[in-house]
């Protein structure tokens, strides 16, 4: 009897052991999923921003059916979803983009960065000065690369990820490293996609 008892323990440890171990390996794995994802799409951001490629990296400026003004911002979601970012997280961002929308359908193409839209106090007072700064780092002048501090798993399928950026000193070979930033992961299924890119938490 003792003995069935002692082999009914070891059984039950054995098992609690073997779910630790699962449970470790599952955080561990999506602990490269996550760290993957963010590095991802900021690659991508960052060098699409030093290539200047501006179309892939914010809306652009065109002319409506109507000759009036408007925003394609098509290519630029579609790089976005490409780089992990949820269909929530995408909603919002186009949604932003809105009043820029209406205020521009008031003004011919043929006289924008002619006659008006020439200063940035007319892209302000219309909400269309995303060009004047970078939309997920911040700032107006751009970094050359990010570094993750910090995935911390708020539950199974929210992650919470701090990064900082940092500048490249090509004389030096050295980096130098400043501000943080965070950004919010969910899991849908079995993949991440961010959700949330937060402000800077300091520079």
Not at 56 to 62: G, L, R, T
Not at 109 to 121: A, S
Not at 141 to 151: A, L, M, S, W, Y
Request: charged share 30%; proline share 1%.
């Amino acid at each position: 009897m003792k003995q069935r008892v002692k082999t009914t323990w070891i059984l039950i440890l054995f098992l609690g052991f073997s779910n630790i171990l699962i449970a470790s390996d599952n955080s561990t794995a999506d602990s490269i999923k996550v760290a993957q994802i963010v590095k991802g799409f900021y690659d991508w951001y960052l060098t699409s921003i030093r290539e200047k490629i501006d179309s892939d990296f914010k809306p652009k400026f065109i002319e409506s059916k109507n000759g009036m003004t408007t925003l394609d911002y098509s290519k630029y979601l579609d790089n976005l979803k490409a780089h992990g970012f949820s269909d929530s997280l995408l909603m919002k961002e186009k949604q932003s983009y809105s009043e820029c929308i209406e205020n521009l359908e008031k003004v011919k193409f043929f006289d924008f960065e002619k006659t008006t839209f020439i200063d940035l106090d007319e892209y302000e007072q219309a909400n269309c000065d995303f060009g004047n700064f970078y939309r997920w780092t911040g700032g107006q002048e751009p970094v050359d690369g990010i570094r993750i501090i910090d995935i911390k798993f708020i539950s199974t399928n929210r992650a919470y990820v701090t990064i900082d950026y940092f500048e490249f000193n090509s004389e030096k070979n050295k980096k130098y490293y400043w501000g943080k930033n965070g950004l919010t992961l969910i899991k849908i299924d079995s993949d991440w996609f961010i959700d949330k890119i937060d402000s800077w938490i300091n520079n």
